[in-house]
Nanobody
Framework: QVQLVESGGGLVQAGGSLRLSCAAS????????MGWFRQVPGKEREFVAA????????DYADSVKGRFAISRDNAKNTVYLQMNSVKPEDTAVYYC???????????????WGQGTQVTVSS
């Protein structure tokens, strides 16, 4: 099994920055593609960003392209989401996810963290 724990969420002003972290344990971390998703109450969980096993390939939702950056440190079993120039519409619970093999924009990831709240004030 793979266990994922997100951290770094909180309250941030519009235009500011925040960095989320996801610490993984269990099965070999470097074998998994990783993703970040977010969800607002009453809405479906949506894709934010993904990164392949080596960190050499990344993918971003259009809504965050140019503002967010996903990265990973396999030696530390950790994936990050750097959030810059945040907007009120970025407010959501952010979830870390792991999937064996290739990265994807779908929610078909095998493992999920508990989520961390990000609130952007105007």
């Amino acid at each position: 099994q793979v266990q994922l724990v997100e951290s770094g969420g909180g309250l941030v002003q519009a235009g500011g920055s925040l960095r989320l972290s996801c610490a993984a344990s269990g099965r070999t971390f470097s074998s998994y593609a990783m993703g970040w998703f977010r969800q607002v109450p009453g809405k479906e969980r949506e894709f934010v960003a993904a990164i392949n096993w080596s960190g050499g390939s990344t993918d971003y939702a259009d809504s965050v392209k140019g503002r967010f950056a996903i990265s990973r440190d396999n030696a530390k079993n950790t994936v990050y989401l750097q959030m810059n120039s945040v907007k009120p519409e970025d407010t959501a619970v952010y979830y870390c996810a792991a999937k064996y093999g290739s990265m994807t924009r779908t929610v078909r990831y095998g493992y999920w963290g508990q989520g961390t709240q990000v609130t952007v004030s105007s």
